[in-house]
């Protein structure tokens, strides 16, 4: 490696160090806002370094060891966690960095590959370091719990073993069709055998994704746009369970925030279009391996990267995580640089290009300096009116609110305040501004509850309908609906609906249900 790049090495270790451990409390997601600043400013960092980068060197295989020993160490923080070294996060057993295993087993999936070039090279205490490295990534999967995690390790151990990778590719090397018919085979029994590991989930992972395809079908061309997913899908929940009242699904469905399915929010939230413009990037990276003359262990380990990536998206939500787009990213450009295409520039142009690289870096990093000192002022004032200080935290909501107006999050949490504050018709507002940008069951009690306040007891009630057709099996949509009939002077339809509450199934048994009952058997 060139001396000149030895820091563009470190600053993608720095990169992918931030992205994998990089957590504050700061932010209201402690574990994901962390990583993706950290992300952007040292990319930007990187950028930079990578204008003056002098020739490639042997960049790739030093951005894989990185890769490797950051997932195994992270591996390692997890199997910690799980023997009780370390806590979990959020409550939950073994999360790694993270702020649930699903983060844990993307990253550990995409960082898998990344051992091949020392297990399958020459150097006897190198491959053994790296076979032990493995090991610590398949037990860290694999006690996180993560299906999709197992199902992406799966496709590439039978990638690994029966397609073929070799130096020189010829027609002779070329698959039979009996190799993908094992791999289909054992990829079905392999997911059938997950399915039943934890049916009632993947069967709410059923409901989630019919209620998505409906979704797509209404705006099959262009989708709903970004974030469309979160600002329409419990609608869609909602009316599907409203015309099927005695779904087997009620008891599963919850409040959700995505599809499990990166693909399938690719299509509601961009359509056929979207679609297209990713059957035409996997197309490009397909035709620059096919167009490697001499293929490496290297290649094969960017390619079978991307693999991990792809099977795990089918089944859960691993963009979410800066690691997975700095892994893939670079995985891909290096496939396609090893394509050797050509692209003949006058040294004007790449001057110019450079020029536009470190300003609009330099424009993106003070962008998202701005944008993480309004959050952490948000959090601050979140965890001042926790303390009781409500009204010395408004003022401080009222001046964020025309930066983070975009917010979702943002505007669901300042309404809530100001219902807590006993300003109804001000949360409505923002409760509104909402509504536009995230359908929630949360949301709709919030609205519902302002307008009960404000004594609008048909508004209400449509309100309390809503969230309760929305997530069936909760019993505090229908409670809070007994309540406004006992309000109103209704008190005939609150014994009726009583009743009702009194047969209802319960899914999870609590003190607090355990009281709703209690109470609704006083009244009927």
Known sequence: MKHRNIPVVCCFAALCF???????GNFANAYVTEKWYWTVFVGVALAICGCFMRGRGR??????????????????YGLLQYFGVFQGNNGMLMTGSFDN??????CLCVGFPCLYPPVFGRQKRTKQTATVAMGVMLVAIALSGSRAGLMSLTAVGLATLLLPFDAKPSAKSAPKIWKYAAIALLTVIVAIGLYLMKKSSADGRLLIWRCSWDMFCEKPLTGYGAGGFHANYMHFQARYFETHPDSPYAMLADNVSFPFNEYLQLAVNYGLLGIACLIVVIWLIIKSYTRIKERSVYDRSALLCLLATAVFAFFSYPLAYPFVWIAGLTCAAYII???????????????AMKIGVVAIGVGVAVIAFGRMRTE??????????????????????ARLHKSLRNNELFLYNYASELNVAGR?????????????RLADYDLELLIADDYLRLQRYDEAESRYRKAA????????P???????YQAAGRDAEARSLAAIILQKKVKVPSPEITAILMEMRGIF
Do not use: H
């Open 101 to 106: 295993p699903a983060g844990l087993a993307a």
């Open 376 to 397: 952490t002022e948000w959090y601050a004032a979140a965890r001042m009116s926790l303390k009781g200080d409500t009204d010395k935290a408004l003022p401080t909501y």
């Open 337 to 351: 640089v090893r394509a050797n295409y050509r692209i003949s520039l006058p040294k004007s142009a790449f001057l």
């Open 18 to 24: 931030g992205s994998l451990f990089a957590t504050g």
């Open 59 to 76: 960049l790739f295989p030093a951005a894989l060891v990185v890769m490797a020993a950051l997932s195994t160490a992270q591996g390692g």
């Open 469 to 476: 057709a929305m997530c069936p099996v909760r019993f505090m």
């Open 424 to 436: 109804y018709d001000e949360s409505l507002v923002i409760a509104a501004e909402c509504e536009q």
């Open 478 to 484: 229908l409670y809070r609906l007994v309540k406004l």
